[in-house]
C-alpha cells in the first residue's frame, strides 16, 4: 500500500497517534473530541500548569467538564506533555495556538512559528498535520509548507500531508459544540484534503471540504468578518438614534419581525473574544501587501473601537444631566467577560471602558462571577471583583452593565442603584421605563 493508503487505514482503524499542539480553548475540547471517539490523544502545551492539570484529571476550560477529562485519561485516551520529541511518534498533529494581532496591528505569528518549529524537527513519513489557528489566507501554504519541508526529503502529498481547518469554538455554547459545529477543511493538495478528511470524520459529525487550504482560511474570515461589519452596523445606528431620540433596541426589534431578509445584530460597547475584534484584521493585513484597501473592514473596526469611548462619554453626559461629576465618583462595572456567562476576558471592552472611566478620574470597581481578578497587561494595572455587588451598587454613584450575564438580577439592581446605565438592554422593558436607568 502507499503511505496515503496505509495512514488512511491507521486513521479509520483508530490506530493513529494524535497530537494536539496547544492546549487552551481549542485544543483541550479538541483533544476530548478525538479520545471520546476512540483515538489515543496526547497533548503538548509548554504550559506545565496546563499539563500537570490534565494528568491529574482536571479541566480548567469550562466548556469541558472535568468528569470527561478524569475519565478519557483513566482510559488511556488522552494525556499531556510538555515535551514536543513526543511528535516523532504522532501520525497525526493538530495545531491549535493562538494568533493575536500586535500592537501595531499586524499579525503576531510567533506562536504558529514556534510550534511549527518544534514539529519541524519530528516530520517523519506517514504525518498528516492540521492547522487550526485562524489566521490570513496562504499561511499554510506560505509559512506551514516550507518550514515542516526544511531538512527531509519527504513529498508533499505523498510522503507526508498538510491542510487547514479553521476552528469555531464558541465559548459558553451548549446546542454548538466542537463535535456537531460542521468543520471547513482544505488540503494543500487534493491527496492531503482526502487523508485529513478522513481522519476528522472519525470524531466530527459533519467535514465540509473545500478545494484548497486557501479557500479554509478565507472562509473562517468571512464568517467573522461578516459578524464584525453587521455588528458595526448597529453599533452606528445606536448612535444615530440616540441623535435622533429613538430607541434603538425597538428598532432592531422591528426589523427583526420581518421573516426573509434581516438578522438581528445588537450594538454594545465594543467587540471582544479571540475572533471577531482580530480576524478580520488579518484580512485586511494581508491585503494591504496586494496594494488593496478592505474598507468596509477598516470602517467597521473603527467603529467598534470606538464604541468604548462612546460609552463613557454617554455616562458622562448622563451624570452631568443628574448634577453629578465623573470625576471622583464611585463607579461599578457589571461584567468583564467579553461575552455572558463565560471566564474570558480576551479583547473585551470592559477592560476599555474600566481603562477610560479612570482616565477621567473615576473610583472604579467591578464585579464579575466569572472572573474574581484580572490583570490589564497593558496599562499594567490590576483588579479583584467586589465581594458583595448589591452593596457595591447601592454605594456607587453609577452602575455601568457592561456584560449581561444570565445570573444578574437586573430588577433589584436597578432598585439599590442610584443610576444604571445599560450597554446592553439587560434590563429589558423594566429599564426602558425607569428613571434611574438610560440605555445605550
Not at 513526543?86 to 493575536?100: H, N, R, W, Y
Not at 499561511?139 to 500531508?161: A, M
Not at 454613584?397 to 438592554?425: C, P, Q, W
Amino acid at each position: 500500500m502507499t503511505t496515503k493508503e496505509t495512514l488512511i487505514q491507521k486513521l479509520k482503524n483508530k490506530d493513529a497517534k494524535i497530537a494536539i499542539l496547544g492546549l487552551g480553548y481549542v485544543g483541550l475540547p479538541l483533544a476530548v473530541v478525538f479520545g471520546e471517539a476512540g483515538f489515543h490523544v496526547t497533548g503538548v502545551d509548554p504550559d506545565k500548569r496546563k499539563v500537570d492539570s490534565l494528568k491529574k484529571g482536571e479541566s480548567y476550560i469550562p466548556d469541558v467538564t472535568t468528569d470527561v477529562v478524569a475519565k478519557l485519561v483513566k482510559e488511556g485516551k488522552l494525556t499531556a506533555t510538555t515535551d514536543f520529541s513526543i511528535l516523532k511518534e504522532m501520525d497525526a498533529v493538530s495545531i491549535c495556538v493562538p494568533t493575536p494581532l500586535r500592537q501595531t496591528g499586524d499579525p503576531d505569528m510567533s506562536f504558529i512559528i514556534s510550534a511549527t518549529e518544534e514539529l519541524a524537527k519530528y516530520m517523519h513519513e506517514g504525518m498528516v498535520v492540521v492547522l487550526e489557528s485562524t489566521t490570513y489566507p496562504g499561511t499554510t501554504r506560505e509559512l506551514l509548507l516550507p518550514k515542516l519541508s526544511e531538512g527531509n526529503d519527504l513529498k508533499i502529498g505523498v510522503d507526508w500531508f498538510l491542510a487547514f481547518s479553521p476552528e469555531r469554538v464558541d465559548p459558553g455554547r451548549e446546542d454548538w459544540t466542537t463535535i456537531n459545529t460542521p468543520k471547513v477543511l482544505g488540503g494543500i493538495t487534493a491527496a492531503c484534503g482526502d487523508v485529513a478528511t478522513v481522519w476528522y470524520e472519525g470524531a466530527i459529525k459533519t467535514v465540509h471540504y473545500v478545494s484548497t487550504a486557501e479557500a479554509a482560511e478565507m472562509s473562517k474570515l468571512l464568517e467573522n468578518t461578516f459578524r464584525m461589519i453587521n455588528i458595526g452596523l448597529v453599533n452606528e445606528l445606536a448612535i444615530m438614534c440616540q441623535r435622533l431620540g429613538v430607541d434603538v433596541w425597538e428598532v432592531i426589534d422591528a426589523a427583526a419581525s420581518k421573516p426573509f431578509g434581516f438578522m438581528k445584530f445588537t450594538p454594545g460597547p465594543g467587540l471582544g473574544g479571540h475572533c471577531i475584534p482580530i480576524d478580520p484584521l488579518y484580512l485586511s493585513w494581508k491585503m494591504k501587501s496586494f496594494h488593496y484597501n478592505a474598507r468596509f473592514i477598516e470602517l467597521a473596526s473603527e467603529i467598534n473601537t470606538n464604541m468604548p469611548r462612546y460609552v463613557v462619554s454617554r455616562i458622562l453626559e448622563a451624570m452631568n444631566d443628574r448634577g453629578k461629576h465623573l470625576k471622583g465618583s464611585k463607579v461599578l462595572v457589571l461584567g468583564v467577560a467579553y461575552k455572558p456567562d463565560i471566564n474570558d476576558v480576551r479583547e473585551s471592552p470592559a477592560l476599555d471602558v474600566i481603562g477610560l472611566l479612570k482616565k477621567k478620574g473615576a473610583l472604579v470597581e467591578y464585579h464579575d462571577p466569572y472572573i474574581p481578578h484580572f490583570h490589564h497587561e497593558r496599562d499594567g494595572w490590576k483588579m479583584e471583583s467586589v465581594p458583595d455587588m448589591m452593596k457595591s451598587a447601592k454605594d456607587a454613584d453609577a452602575v455601568i452593565i457592561v456584560t449581561n450575564h444570565k445570573g444578574y438580577d437586573y430588577k433589584a439592581l436597578i432598585e439599590v442603584s442610584k443610576f444604571v446605565f445599560d450597554t446592553r438592554n439587560a434590563t429589558g422593558a423594566y429599564g426602558k421605563e425607569h428613571e434611574k436607568v438610560e440605555r445605550l
